[in-house]
């Protein structure tokens, strides 16, 4: 509760009563030397108090916490007296106060498609991503449109459990629809996504299902696609059909995860970064641009702030999306207020603020919440082939030498390295050697400078896989001069 702006009120037998407050420590929050927040309204019956009240967004008291488009977490507690003291009924809530509000939608109107899945997953493991196959239904006589995801998590292990969830969309033809029928979830239970064991489903992922149809994280809501857009959240997932003019896709930006992203213990803050690159953009986005209409940006438990950048001829634009109050337990496709185009040859930037305070190892890009990641999700229309565009730290002439490592049995992947040489590291795995490193600060700072503003390489994949360029490096554009909002008046 330290730092909270907080309000206190209520009705007692001689009225309304209402103080704006800071709190400074572990009890009653001081009374704020200015009172910005404003009592609107109050009234009191047997079973309910309700204050109406308000403030300027930023009222340039140190008292106050500016209220901006960034994740917010609201505290609250309620005593049955008027007495102020501490609260056993209390809780908190992560809400995006700016964000507009969904559409309404009668969804009787539609058709609906769940996705059952029920599934006991091995043990022993604190992160499986397992991947079950669905068949969608059947509209022979015209195509219809998905507009509308809800993630059903119906217990409380499905809702303690679930990290994230993609739906995939598996682009098959005709004469290998037979292929399928042994992985359909009404006869077989699924299998590791991305690791081989044995199931076959992670071969089936990489070959035929790479395009997303729909990202949810933790924490994430109901999503309903806008008139203009289309696509939308499920342990369960349920989706609403009804064509529309423009047909929706969504796009993976940000650091293409790997063991080479790492973040050095005890740092806060370090920033990782993963671009999409003009050249992927200028080669694979249509003739006239994409429009973008919902961003999700994820992380995960290091996670402090995500901006995502936007650049046009060297210019940098008003970022896209930006969370400065980033919650891992709080992930949502957040609708932009309004559209943003994005034009072939335009650039975009991912970035994450981390922190690893706590942390005695260092933390490396992967699937589990104990590694991390660097991604948005941007929905957008009209749809195209390319579902990824982004990099990653790859200069291993830097980075091997670094750790003392000369040579090792894979240079790309998530997957943890087998050492080859020296002869003295042999055997053993890049992530040991790595969490035996002496990170001193000199170090840990010009290693944030390298992976930051050194080239990193492209990754920019369709349908027909990934795309390679005769420079196939990205960073920033050159002497860009980064984005500043304009200062906000305060009153």
């Not at 996670?303 to 891992?328: A, C, M, Q, V």
């Not at 948005?376 to 003392?404: I, K, V």
Request: with cysteine.
């Amino acid at each position: 509760m330290f730092g909270a702006d907080v309000i206190i009120g209520g009705v007692n037998s001689n009225g309304p009563y209402f103080t704006d407050r800071w709190a400074t420590a572990k009890r009653e929050p001081k009374i704020d030397d200015h009172q910005d927040w404003e009592l609107i309204s109050a009234s009191e019956n047997n079973t309910h108090t309700i204050l109406n009240f308000g403030r300027p967004f930023d009222t340039c008291d140190p008292e106050d916490l500016p209220i901006t488009s960034a994740t917010t977490k609201v505290i609250w507690s309620m005593g049955m007296t008027d007495v102020i003291q501490y609260h056993a009924k209390r809780g908190s809530r992560s809400v995006n106060m700016f964000d507009p509000a969904p559409p309404k939608y009668d969804v009787s109107e539609f058709d609906t498609w769940e996705l059952n899945v029920n599934t006991s997953l091995p043990n022993g493991q604190d992160t499986v991503y397992w991947c079950t196959c669905h068949r969608s239904p059947d509209f022979p006589e015209y195509k219809k449109h998905i507009v509308g995801f809800e993630v059903m998590l119906d217990n409380e292990e499905a809702l303690a459990h679930n990290h994230h969830m993609i739906l995939h969309n598996c682009l098959v033809k005709k004469e290998n629809y037979d292929l399928f029928e042994s992985y359909l979830v009404e006869n077989n239970p699924g299998g590791l996504c991305y690791t081989n064991d044995g199931s076959g489903m992670s071969d089936l992922v990489a070959q035929y299902c790479q395009s997303y149809f729909y990202v949810w994280a933790k924490g994430g809501g109901p999503l309903f696609i806008p008139d203009n857009g289309e696509r939308f959240d499920s342990h369960k997932e349920r989706f609403s059909f009804l064509l529309r003019e423009h047909e929706a896709g969504v796009l993976s930006v940000g650091n293409y995860y790997s063991y080479t992203m790492m973040i050095p213990p005890n740092t806060d803050p370090f920033v990782v970064n993963g671009h999409c690159s003009s050249q992927c953009t200028n080669s694979q986005f249509p003739e006239l641009r994409i429009n973008v209409f919902n961003v999700l940006l994820h992380s995960h438990l290091c996670g402090r702030k995500i901006k995502l950048r936007h650049y046009r001829n060297g210019t940098e634009l008003p970022w896209i999306s930006t969370d400065d109050h980033y919650d891992f337990n709080y992930q949502q496709n957040r609708a932009l207020l309004e559209n943003r185009q994005i034009l072939p040859g335009d650039g975009m930037t991912t970035e994450c603020t981390d922190s690893t305070t706590g942390l005695n190892n260092t933390t490396f890009g992967g699937l589990s919440t104990k590694d991390e990641m660097c991604d948005a999700y941007l929905m957008y229309f009209p749809r195209m082939e390319l579902h990824t565009c982004s990099s990653a730290f790859q200069d291993f002439p830097y980075l091997l030498p670094l750790f003392g490592i000369e040579a090792v049995d894979s240079y790309f992947g998530v997957t943890d390295p087998t050492i080859l040489s020296p002869a003295s590291l042999a055997g053993k795995k890049f992530s040991e050697v790595v969490n035996a490193f002496n990170w001193t600060p000199e170090i840990k700072a010009e290693f944030q400078n390298k992976t930051l503003f050194s080239y990193q390489r492209i990754f920019c994949a369709g349908n027909d896989g990934f795309v390679n360029f005769q420079d196939n490096s990205v960073n920033y554009p050159e002497d860009y001069v980064p984005y500043e909002p304009p200062p906000f008046n305060c009153t």
